[in-house]
Structure formats: C-alpha cells, structure tokens
DNA sequence: GCCGTTTTCGGCCCGACTGTTTTCAGTCG
C-alpha cells in the first residue's frame, strides 16, 4: 500500500472509532498518526517499516507502528475490517450533514435503528427523531434540510470563484464605520486550490452592526447561525461563510486562528506551551510553571510569530509541512509576488479554441505590464480544439514575427505550439516544424486511460525530445470534476531535470496542474517552473494570480519560476535551447 | 493510542453557539 492509501486507512479508522463512542484520545491518536504518515517520503516509510523503526516517528507509537507494517507488507488490516463490519457505511456518510456528530449518530442508530440516510430522512419525515431524547423539532428540520442540501453543501468551491465573493464581502465589511481591521481567512487566505467555507475575521468594537450587515447581503440565501459576535450564512452559490469580530487586540490571534491550517495550528500551539505560553483565537495566557511573568505583546501576525521566536510565516505556507522548522532559523525564502510576473508561455488564441485575435491578447499582455507573451495553440492532432497543421502554423509564426516587427506593441511575442504528445509519446509535428518555433510546450490531450507505466513512458519520452521546451498540465486534472490522469510524477520531473525542460504550473483556476505539493522539493532540486495562465481569451491572462497562489505554496522564488525572467534572459536562454 | 526536564500514569486545546435543557451536551472550527 501507498504511503497515502495507509494515511487514508488511519483516518478511516478515526471515523469508525468515533461512531463506536471510542475514547477521544484514542481517535485523535489515529488521526495523528496518519498525519504524520502523509509528512514522510515514500522512501523514508519503506525504510523506516524494513528496519523496524517506525516508532521513531512522533506520533506512532506501538499500536500505530503494528498496524502501519501489516498495511504496507500486506495491504490488508483485520483490525479495519472488522471495524467496517460493525459499523454501517451509512452511518459514515451521515456526518456529512451539518449538525450531526457521531454522538448524535449514535443515538439514531441505537434507539431508532437507522443505518442510512434514506432512513434517517424518513424517520425526521414522520417526526420519530423529534421525540428522541437530545433531540427536538429544530434539529429535525436541520437534518431534514442538510439532507437536501447535501450535495450542495459538501461541495468545495474554487478558490478563484470564493475569491471574488470574499473580496467584495471584505470590501463591505471594511466601509462600514464601526470595523477597524477585516481580513478573510481560511483556506481562502492560505490559498488552498479549493475552499470549503469563507471565514471572515472583523475587529470591531460595536459588533452589532457588523454582524446586521453580513446577513443582510443579497447574496445570503440561508442565516444558519446568529450571535453577538458571529454569524453564519450560505449564500446562493452554496459556499458558506462565518463572520468573527473580536475586540482590535485580539484580532492577529483570531486571524492567525482562523488562517489556521489546523496542523498549521497545532505546531504553533504545541511551541507556545514549551516556553509556558498557552495560545487560543483569544490570545496568550500563561501555562505552567514555567510562564513568564507578563503576556507578550502582539498587534499584528508578525509579533505573534516573534513571540514564539519565529519568522513571519506567510499564510500560504501554514499547512503544517515544516514551516515552523524553516521559519525557527531565519526568514523564510522572497515567494514569488504577482507584481514579479513578466510574462507567460501557454496562450491560446482564436486560430485554435481561444476567443481572441493575436493582437487582442497582446494588447491585453501589454496591458498587464508583460514584457513577452507565449502564443502556443493547439496541434492539430487535437482537432476537437481546431489544431493547427504545419501549413496554418507557419502562417502563424509569420503573423508573429510581423508583429513584432511592426512595433506596435511593447510585449515581444513569442511563437510557440501547444503540441499534442501522442499517445505512444511522439510529438503531433515533425522536428523541422518544431524547429521553427521559439518554443514548444508538449502536452496530453487523448487517451486519458492509459496505465500508469504506458503514460509515465509516453510524457517522459516527450520531455526526451530535444525540440520540447516545457511540459504543459502534467496531470491533466481538473479541480473538483476530473482526477488527473495515472503518471508517476517522480519519475517525469527527474526526467525534466535531466533534459532541462521546464515543468509548467498551468494557472488556469481549474487546473493549478503541476499540483504546488509537488514544486517545494522539486524546485530544490533544480527543476524550473513556468506559471502560464493557459489563457483561451483576453481576461484568462489574469489567472496567473491564480498559479502565483499556487507557486507560493508551492514555496517558490522568482528564481524558480521562469516566467519572471526579464525578456533578455528569456530570448538568451531559448536561442541556447535551440543549439543543443 | 501516544507521550515524558511533571518520565510508565495521567493527561491529551478549548470556547462559542445551538437546541435542548433547567444546568448542559453536542457540534464546530
């Protein structure tokens, strides 16, 4: 079993213990032992099992190491099994609605005897869940609504599109005359490719106001929770939001808090203690003996950081993957900003699927400020996307270099081809048509299907060409309806680097492909990252703030990405790339 | 089930809100 099939066992069994009534601690000991399972290499956990030395590993101890090994040896687990015996599946689906835990499950279970949602709705429809003891009308309705809403509520929403709602709550929020600081938080704020629910954290005195104001948007269809200092709301588009105000001092606690990520949180926590802090949403108290004698003071994010000797850490890199190491000796790397951006490679216009002229997108790339713009259509190989031929691509490229010639715009244009990797690996063009190009990013586009090893064969084959600048999505993923296609992505990026061919973040917001968990090693081991928008018409340019999200949790520097380049040093290194 | 300059037992982060209660359990984050 993989490191994450065993991680995903662990959790499986917190869940199952939960809707057993198991000892909290017992449960929170699985959860922690597959988080600390997912924070290990696959190398290190074939070590680590071989040599029997799992239980150096904080977090695992006797039971978990056990486990772990018969996992990993065997991919099976009485233990699991049984588990799964015992308790229905659909008692595991039931926590999805909102409101219901595993007590409350318990209970339906054991006095009502319902084992699945279906009967869960029924027993709420005849009203036998209101008489149960612990329950009443209202939870009724709750149950009855989550189990309609259900779909739409446990859906996550792209981080683009809760962007947008966020910035214009956040907008609101900060005219209003009694709100002195408003942040949002959440994954929004850490910049996680999907986000579940927005958090917004308000400092105000008067809170009232605050709080008549947020439920009062148009785009509130649902007032789920109302109280003095916080409120929840669904809005049409079924993302759900909580508002927090708290008084101005407290406010970097509960932004830091509510920023989180909660491994982020822990780590942080657990730091505070050692030096006889206690840290909540609230502030610092002393805990211990040990505590000092006065209370740090903390006004921004950064004190709070300094107080427990720590570098600012900035909120896309809270996700508890050793950002409280790094940031305990020294500050952490310049990530990469927006404003760093100078260009992109992986442009579409409307001489294959994209809905704007080569001038229009370079007006829009001048715009922007963008000292080059990649144009790379699609090959003809991918008819469905009006492809270009050799024929059509020529005509292309010297619709480009006239372009450029004429002086019309100040953004240099570059000829590229997005084109097709076959499905056995050879290129869609021949190698006298490639060579004419400035570049050519080499992408999958058919057979999806393929068997891992096949595709692993089929890309890496690609990157061996020596006509290939870069690779576009290399998992063809799209966010929250297609899982990527099966590509051992180690093996791909050590063939990038040993061939010098780029690996693109493509920034489209439904892509965000190579995913950024990957990019923090591999970019330490020298392989170079291109944020191309993968833009289909004028506005898509902008997605690269999207992939520049994406690139900073990836923990990357201007000198990772090679799209921050200044246009000198890009024409530099293209004319080399071509003399090899 | 894990952990240990409180070290092999006794803790493990904790507060707000809701709906149910009549002083609080469950859920959520």
Redesign the pocket.
Known sequence: MTKNEIADALGEIAILLELKGE?P??I???Q??ARALEAIEESELSRLVEAGEL?S?????????AKITDLRITGRLGFLENLRATVPAGLVEMLQI????????LALHGKLGITDIAALAAACTDGRV?GL????????E?ILAGIRNREAYAKRHLWWEAAEVAAQIVTGLRALPQVRRCEAAGSLRRGLETVG?L?FIVAAEDSAPVVAWFIAQPSVQEVT??????ASVRFTSGLQA?LRIVPEQQFAFALHH?TGSKQHNVEM?QRALARGL?L?E?GFSPA?PDAPASMPAVSGEGELFAALGLAFIPPELREGLGEIEAAERGPLPRLIEAGDIRGAFHNHTNASDGGNTLAEMTAAAEALGWEYLGIADHSKASFQANGLDEARLRRQIAEIRTLNASGRFRTKVFAGVECDILSDGRLDLDDDMLGELDYVVASVHNAFAQEEPVMTARIIRAIEHPRVTMLGHATGRLLLRREGYHVDLGRVIDAAIAHGVVIELNASPWRLDLDWRHWRKAAARGLLCAINPDAHETAGLGHVGAGVNAARKGWLEPRHVITTWPLSKVERWLSDLKRR
């Open positions: 000892n601690f017992k929170r000991a699985y922690t032992g239980r590993v904080k977090g695992i101890g006797e039971a978990l190491a909102p409101g219901l835990g595993p007590k409350k499950i209101a003891a612990g329950f009443g009308e209202k939870t009724q709750k629910d958090d929770a109302q109280g003095g200092t916080k909580d509510f926590r206690s909540s609230w211990g």
